[in-house]
């Protein structure tokens, strides 16, 4: 996993690179957003099949569906702070890399 957190337009990049490496057919859909002054937060789901490595886990075919929220820090129409939290137990449970409780 990413020890330091990831910086600017590469380190979004590389994010949704990890991303779609693992689960080409990855699919972000926002359920809510709510904004106050300069900023916004975002509860999206993320779907998609693991037909790719993550993590460092091999494919498994096996399909997910994880919430995740987000809040952004606009400043002059630009994103200049994001902080994520997506359900990583979930997902890492659904391809079956860890167990269910």
Known sequence: MQKEPMIGPSGYLS?????????????????????????IAAHFVMKGTQDGEFLGFPPTSKKIEVKAMNFYRISNGQIIEEYGQPDMLGLLQQIGAIPKA
């Open 15 to 39: 994010i949704i690179h990890m991303m779609r490496s693992g689960f080409s057919d990855i699919q972000w859909t926002v359920k809510e957003l709510v904004a106050e002054g300069d900023l």
